[in-house]
């Protein structure tokens, strides 16, 4: 009965239909509702636009999937013109803030759903907004999985449905871009994208095959290498333009475009990277609408530095916000001319609710250094009117942008599909679907730490121990009947004491000199970085540079022989092979930019048969420390010297195989001594794997009473000199 007539209760109460409780009647006289409070908002706001539903109808959308299709624009068949004529086609107008009346790419009714959209979810508070943006996103849990950001898993995205586009370019014919896989870096760069995620995938996939450099702005948005844990940071090396690594990073200015383009180029033998990842942004907050307006210029710069640093034939990646303006539009037009293919794309990664594209374009056309030239000029042109009331509104002329049917229809239907995905992504909840591109499942954890003892037995899985503590056999005039196969052997001139080299990350690196037992030093009062999972066969040499009193000294480690290489073992690869990829990895760590930092040199290795070569660039110079009396030094390709003490002479053919030179054809070829059997292909089996050119190695001391420079006089003869050597490689080898 209470619950039927609460009236009556309420009536003992003074109650009266129609007036309110209390004393005269005031208060509330309608119904109290149930609570719609969301989140931490105030009891009773209400954000205006959500008092009603979207009038959208996002069910009919079709879940997003991972087999992405990939619209091209059509190719360009128009010729760049000049650079007098490009920069004609700059527009300098009033400036305007505002988005609602740019239709010349896209239909004004869709233009304003999205604005009125983007409108209402502005108003959401973070927690409300992060929430909605969970359910709208099938892929935003997986997040960045084991890399430091969601930004990787965008690269990762991209990278799959552009074919590998990225970590193995390709040109127009398909061939790859990277020819010589075993010698050859991937080069490319990275830049407003800090703190580091597309970088840190291209690393974990290509590992100490590729080198990067890269340009963001310094601050809190700047690379954070030390949070690399999926790959090595030591292979990318950031460069803030003017200044080097004390520069502000600012991709606006001029003079940082200039310096960034130098130092790649330089770093790269003057041809540039093999593509180039931009993922420049900036908060907008409250402003969000106006977003592709704020950054016109970030988005022009983008596209500078990538026609300035990417080689011919190489691509290029950025990401873009609403194109409706012209001065957007004439920007993908400009790379629609420089490069071969272009598309806008959407990854499935990238939250559908927001503004986010993607240009993507393959294949950098030669002879673009006009449009290079015209966006130099646009963006010195801004510099200067940053803070008037002009601004330059377009790059490419509307009217010449219209006139090319193909491409103002591809970029209108573009626009539009994208904005009513957009509509629709901003109202719709959809399931969270699995992870398609190769990346293990597996949580993001830091490097679990390690000794120095317990990491090379880690690397080298069981090998017998006995291996590393083989000393080199001494060269002597009794024993030099073993280098009887002159075609077998290469050299390195020696300069300090052989010693074993493992790199544990950063500037964790232990030495061992292979004596057992086992005793792991730190490599300390140097500064230089490795890579971990690292294991080198090297010298550590004391460098010098000019003589006399300007003589300068410094620490360098010189790789003899590489083992395992960031994770990879390379050790039953031909020696001659390893010190290939051994050269490609200190072009991947090395860091130009850091004068202060101890180099890493790969030994020069010369034929045996072309010992002669190694006498010529020896010669007598005064040193720190020799008290004015001249000192033997050997003056490597990089024109430092060091004091060497003498030549390391390896087996680079495996038994019974022997390397010959036919007499006819004047070709070497490989002969089996036991089975008689000649090839002038490279045998498997003949290949010397590690273990064995390290116990076979022999070692020509270059002491006291051996003769190798004319100007030495004492010579024992009971010690080889140059002359008995060269010989005795004389009489072997007689091609």
């Given amino acids: 009965m209470d619950g039927s007539y609460p009236f009556l209760k309420d009536a003992k109460m003074g109650y009266?239909?129609?007036?309110?409780?209390?004393?005269?009647g005031q208060g509330r006289k309608e119904i109290v509702e149930a609570s719609m409070q969301r989140g931490r908002r105030g009891l009773g706001l209400k954000i205006k636009g959500f008092d009603g539903d979207l009038d959208v109808d996002w069910h009919e959308e079709s879940e997003p999937s991972a087999y992405e299709q990939v619209e091209w624009f059509p190719e360009c068949s128009l010729e760049i013109p000049p650079v007098a004529e490009l920069r004609q086609w700059m527009v300098i107008d009033q400036r305007k803030m505002e988005i609602e009346n740019e239709t010349n790419f896209c239909d004004q009714e869709l233009l304003s759903n999205v604005l009125k959209c983007k409108s209402v979810f502005d108003e959401l508070e973070g927690e409300e907004m992060r929430r909605a943006r969970t359910r709208s996103n099938p892929y935003e849990t997986i997040r960045g999985v084991f890399f430091l950001n969601r930004a990787a898993m965008k690269m990762a995205n991209m990278d799959h449905v552009f074919d590998s586009m990225f970590t193995n370019p390709r040109d127009s014919s398909g061939k790859p871009l990277v020819r010589d896989k075993d010698t050859e870096l991937l080069y490319f760069a990275d830049v407003c994208a800090g703190p580091g995620g597309f970088s840190e995938y291209v690393l974990w996939r290509k590992r100490w095959h590729a080198k990067g450099f890269g340009m963001t702005l310094k601050g809190p948005n700047d690379f954070k290498m030390e949070d690399f844990f999926a790959a090595s940071s030591e292979l990318f090396e950031p460069y803030y333009g003017e200044g080097g690594v004390d520069g502000d990073g600012d991709i606006t200015r001029p003079e940082n475009i200039s310096e960034f383009r130098r130092f790649v180029l330089e770093n790269t033998d003057w041809k540039g990277v093999h593509f180039l990842m931009a993922d420049g942004g900036f908060s907008v907050e409250g402003q969000e609408n106006l977003q592709e307006i704020l950054s016109k210029q970030l988005l022009?710069?983008?596209?500078?530095?990538?026609?300035?640093?990417?080689?011919?034939?190489?691509?290029?990646?950025?990401?873009?916000f609403d194109l409706f303006t012209p001065f957007s539009v004439g920007l993908i037009y400009l790379l629609y001319m420089c490069f071969e293919r272009v598309s806008l794309?959407?990854?499935?990664?990238?939250?559908?609710?927001?503004?986010?594209?993607?240009?993507?374009?393959?294949?950098?056309r030669s002879g673009t250094e006009p449009v290079r030239d015209h966006l130099f000029t646009v963006n010195l042109k801004l510099n200067l009117l940053r803070n008037s009331e002009q601004d330059v509104s377009c790059v490419v002329p509307l009217d010449t942008i219209k006139s090319d049917t193909a491409f103002y229809k591809h970029m209108q239907l573009s626009n539009e599909s994208h904005a009513t995905a957009q509509v629709k992504a901003l109202a719709k909840i959809h399931a969270f679907i699995r992870n398609p591109w190769l990346i293990p499942d597996k949580a993001r954890i830091a490097p679990s730490p390690t000794d120095a003892?317990?990491?090379?037995?880690?690397?080298?899985?069981?090998?017998?121990?006995?291996?590393?503590?083989?000393?080199?056999?001494?060269?002597?005039?009794?024993?030099?009947?073993?280098?009887s196969h002159v075609l077998d052997y290469r050299c390195m001139v020696a300069g300090g004491q052989q010693t074993f080299l493992l790199g544990m990350g950063k500037?964790?690196?232990?030495?061992?000199?292979?004596?057992?037992?086992?005793?792991?030093?730190?490599?300390?009062?140097?500064?230089?970085?490795?890579?971990?999972?690292?294991?080198?066969?090297?010298?550590?040499?004391?460098?010098?540079?000019?003589?006399?009193?300007?003589?300068?000294?410094?620490?360098?480690?010189?790789?003899?022989?590489?083992?395992?290489?960031?994770?990879?073992?390379?050790?039953?690869?031909?020696?001659?092979?390893?010190i290939q990829m051994a050269e490609k990895f200190v072009k991947a760590v090395s860091k130009r930019s850091r004068s202060d930092m101890n180099p890493i040199r790969v030994k020069e290795v010369y034929r045996l048969e072309e010992m002669e070569r190694i006498f010529v660039r020896l010669e007598m110079k005064i040193t720190k420390g020799s008290s004015g009396m001249p000192r033997l030094s050997y003056t490597g390709r990089d024109d430092r010297h060091f004091l060497p003490t003498g030549l390391h002479i390896i087996k680079t053919v495996n038994d019974p195989w022997t390397m010959c030179c036919s007499r006819n054809s004047k070709r070497k070829y490989f002969h089996n001594t036991q089975s008689k059997e000649s090839t002038y292909e490279l045998p498997p089996d003949s290949i010397t794997p590690f273990h064995v050119c390290y116990f076979e190695r022999l070692f020509w001391a270059w002491e006291d009473g051996v003769r190798v420079h004319d100007s030495q006089t004492r010579h024992n003869a009971e010690k080889l000199s140059k002359e008995d050597v060269l010989n005795f490689i004389q009489v072997h080898y007689q091609p």
């Fill in 16 to 24: 009266r239909e129609g007036e309110g409780l209390g004393k005269f």
């Fill in 345 to 364: 794309f959407k990854p499935v990664t990238s939250r559908p609710a927001n503004s986010e594209r993607y240009v993507v374009c393959r294949g950098l």
């Fill in 453 to 483: 003892k317990s990491k090379f037995y880690e690397l080298i899985q069981g090998s017998d121990m006995e291996t590393f503590s083989y000393k080199a056999t001494l060269l002597s005039p009794e024993n030099i009947e073993k280098i």
């Fill in 507 to 578: 500037c964790q690196i232990y030495l061992w000199d292979g004596v057992i037992p086992m005793r792991w030093k730190k490599l300390e009062s140097f500064k230089t970085e490795l890579p971990r999972d690292t294991l080198l066969l090297v010298e550590i040499i004391q460098e010098l540079k000019g003589e006399g009193k300007a003589q300068r000294r410094i620490s360098s480690v010189h790789i003899l022989d590489a083992l395992i290489l960031n994770g990879t073992d390379i050790r039953e690869q031909h020696f001659n092979q390893r």
């Fill in 300 to 320: 022009l710069c983008q596209i500078l530095v990538g026609l300035s640093v990417t080689r011919t034939g190489g691509h290029f990646v950025c990401k873009t």
